[in-house]
């Protein structure tokens, strides 16, 4: 399960970064920097959550132990 959660991470990671590769700094909330922005803040949900149960699994298991 670690791995899987480490490689979701990491393909959160590279949406970010894809994402703010196509925002427009000028006009950051009109066309495809709006995407951009709601596609950022999407992946940094996902990142937060995946750590947040990964935390939650090391928990658990010193629970168990």
Do not use: H
């Amino acid at each position: 399960m670690k791995i899987f959660t480490t490689i979701l991470i990491v393909v959160a990671f590279a949406l970010i970064v894809f994402n703010v590769t196509l925002l427009d700094f000028e006009n950051p909330l009109e066309g495809e920097s709006l995407v951009a922005l709601i596609g950022i803040a999407a992946a940094l949900c996902a990142v937060f959550i995946l750590l947040i149960f990964r935390m939650s699994k090391k928990i658990e298991d010193k629970l168990k132990n």
